[in-house]
């Protein structure tokens, strides 16, 4: 009895992570689209409802809520869904719309879109390879062959983000980095970009002139076709298309610079309207919080690299070690298990919303940047694609951030995972991508007060 | 040469609707093989012989200002574009038949563009309502252009054809021009192009006010 209240429960709340991630892909990923294919929204949804299920599971363990063996029942039967999905469902669409895009296979889009998840199959199952994830024991086709491949691949989407936001929150959020631009370098930069288009404009008046009155003579306007066209063409060519040849390269070149005085003056905008926000309250509100982060990020990289040179695994997660330090070195007397509950909660509950809140934010922003009417319905596809993933790896991940007491229903539903590896392979691959943004932020902050230097 | 006369004109659409791929047709005369996305600005120039045939026959060098981006750009991005919204003389405003947004989006395309002047800043301060009464007084005139009716299915074009009537009537906009070309496929182009080019530029002749 106390079962079937529990599923009921339990498929209520995937009903509403349903109708979330439909919405949200309505209002905020498809917002200048129109939805064609509905069957991409569906599986945005699905597989955001089901990764949501996995982290409400983690809340509900360490609360207590519903009956144990009714969650272990529904931790399977999620996890199982969800590497469906993962591996079989979304890859395949994928492959299903590349194809439908490419206008030569049309005819046998289902043939060509079976072929090309073979091939990604294939890669993902050579992935297992290099890594020591499984213990030889295990059969071909069992949970913790697919888990642990996926594992792999979620982790390092999650750490390289986790690297660059690392990095990256600080320096946008510290007014220290803002370079000063005031409005007499952004008119400065318009009025070469509105130049540069007048002397496209005038170049090309004289290509169209040109074009006009060789038409009116009667010369050549049609391409040469065929073999003796094309010799023709060689030696003898009008001094009227010459000239223009070398007009048109000439506008190349405009037009190229056009295009990046536009996008350095779109940039000195954005970094104009950064200037102000941060004058404001909350502006100001965000600089403090950013000197918080940075100090939070070089600690994280400390660590990490602290990790792997003495190749150590944290045993303990960091509710147990606070407990202990106030218990041991500061004297104070509460009572362990209520506290380590109620903590663990919080600190997973924080861990969990900030990052499907940030992941959702970045891969919004990346949608817009990337895609096109064309290219939209692919594109979220591989999007849910990484969310799944990233999603069931902060699961592996965030074992360890909890009580050895609450670690044993992921250590159960998942199998004998070697989530040491995990965790060190999460650390190199933070480490780098910290890094390299380091140096990428360098770099590009360096460039860029150089590039208005010049008159 | 440089001394024809000059007309400035905007063309205003969503991404990927077809506004490079039309100034290409109108300029060139010849299909834009491989569109890519436009970064900026591109501006391309006819020459266009008003009135011909008249008496007052002139020849005027028409520059088709072809404005890339969307309407949910960043701000920065919006004030950068407003440096080309300077005296203009007629806005060209393209949708695609097959997506509806595009078509609801023009309203915004166009308020940026026409509240360009009495904004000193740059910086717009509207959040896009669609107003009547700004367009009634406006001066500069539009012309809306609906692009991929051939990717349309037969049974839907009427529906289509209706809504996009009532689209330009709000506008207040001289005409509708529904272009058959932009598929994708060249070798198609030469029996559609023949009819289509001198409708449109009496539409863009249509646009030269004094």
Excluded at chain 1, 63 to 75: A, C, E, I, P, T
Excluded at chain 1, 261 to 267: G, K, N, Q, R, S
Excluded at chain 2, 79 to 95: E, K, M, P, Q
Aim: proline share 3%; charged share 15%.
């Amino acid at each position: 009895m106390s079962f079937l209240i529990d599923s009921s429960i339990m498929i209520t709340s995937q009903v509403l992570f349903f109708g979330f991630g439909w919405l949200f892909f309505m209002h905020q990923l498809f917002k200048d689209y129109e939805v064609r294919q509905y069957v991409v929204q569906v599986i945005f949804s699905v597989t955001f409802a089901f990764s949501c299920t996995m982290f409400e599971l983690i809340i509900f363990e360490i609360l207590g809520v519903l009956n144990s063996s009714s969650r272990y029942f529904h931790w399977k039967m999620n996890l199982c869904i969800i590497l469906l999905i993962l591996v079989f469902m979304v890859p395949f669409y994928i492959g299903y719309f590349i194809v439908s895009n490419i206008r030569l296979l049309h005819k046998q889009r289902l043939l060509f879109s079976c072929l090309l998840w073979l091939t990604f199959m294939y890669f993902f199952w050579k992935l297992g390879d290099p890594f020591p994830i499984l213990s030889p024991k295990h059969g071909i086709l069992s949970i913790e062959q697919l888990i642990s491949r996926v594992g792999v691949i979620g982790v390092t989407l999650v750490a390289l983000l986790s690297g660059f936001g690392a990095v990256n929150c600080p320096y946008t959020y510290m007014s220290y980095f803002l370079r000063n631009v005031t409005d007499i370098d952004i008119l400065a930069l318009e009025r070469r970009l509105l130049q540069t288009m007048d002397m496209i404009i005038s170049k090309k008046k004289r290509m169209a002139m040109t074009r006009r009155t060789m038409f009116q003579k009667g010369e050549i306007h049609n391409k040469p076709s065929g073999f003796w066209g094309m010799i023709k063409s060689v030696t003898t060519s009008a001094p009227g298309s010459e000239n223009l040849t070398l007009i048109q390269q000439e506008v190349d070149a405009l037009e190229e610079l056009s295009r990046q005085l536009f996008l350095e003056t779109a940039d000195l905008y954005a970094t104009k309207e950064r200037i102000e926000y941060s004058k404001t309250f909350k502006g100001k509100y965000f600089n403090f919080l950013g000197y918080f982060f940075s100090i939070y990020c070089v600690w994280k990289i400390f660590m990490a690299t602290i990790n792997i040179v003495f190749d150590r695994v944290g045993k303990t997660d960091p509710v147990t070690r606070g407990i202990e330090i106030t218990v041991n070195y500061l004297g104070i007397q509460f009572d362990v298990k209520f506290w380590s509950q109620h903590i663990s909660f919080i600190l997973v509950g924080i861990i969990i919303v900030t990052s499907i809140r940030g992941l959702l934010i970045t891969l919004t922003k990346f949608f817009y940047a990337i895609s096109s009417s064309k290219s939209s319905n692919v594109i979220v596809l591989l999007l849910a694609q990484i969310m799944g993933m990233y999603f069931v790896s902060s699961v592996l991940l965030i074992r360890m951030s909890m009580p050895l007491e609450y670690r044993t229903i992921i250590t159960e539903v998942l199998g004998e995972l070697q989530f040491n590896f995990y965790h060190r392979w999460f650390d190199v691959i933070f480490l780098v991508s910290a890094l390299s943004s380091i140096l990428f932020l360098y770099l590009a902050h360096k460039q860029a007060p150089e590039k208005h230097m010049t008159p | 040469m440089a001394s024809l006369d000059r007309v400035k004109v905007l063309v205003l659409g969503d991404s990927g609707v077809g506004k490079s791929s039309l100034v290409h047709l109108l300029c060139q005369n010849q299909v834009l093989g491989n569109p890519s996305w436009t970064v900026g600005c591109s501006v391309d120039v006819r020459v266009h012989d008003y009135k011909e045939g008249t008496p007052e026959e002139k020849t005027y060098y028409i520059e088709l200002w072809d404005v890339g981006g969307s309407v949910g750009s960043a701000s920065s991005v919006k004030s950068t574009r407003a440096v080309f919204y300077n005296s203009v003389n007629g806005i060209i405003l393209v949708h695609d038949l097959t997506n509806k947004k595009s078509s609801q989006n023009l309203n915004r395309w166009s308020s940026e563009a026409l509240n360009r002047d009495s904004v000193p800043t740059g910086v717009l301060v509207t959040n896009g309502d669609y107003d009547r009464e700004q367009f009634a007084e406006n001066q500069i005139p539009l012309l809306v252009i609906g692009t991929k009716l051939d990717q349309i299915h037969d049974t839907k074009r009427h529906e289509v054809l209706i809504r996009t009537a009532f689209l330009a009537e709000d506008f207040n906009a001289e005409e509708i021009n529904l272009i058959y070309v932009l598929p994708s496929r060249i070798a198609q182009i030469q029996g559609t192009l023949l009819p289509v080019l001198p409708m449109l530029s009496s539409s863009v002749g249509f646009l030269i006010r004094s």
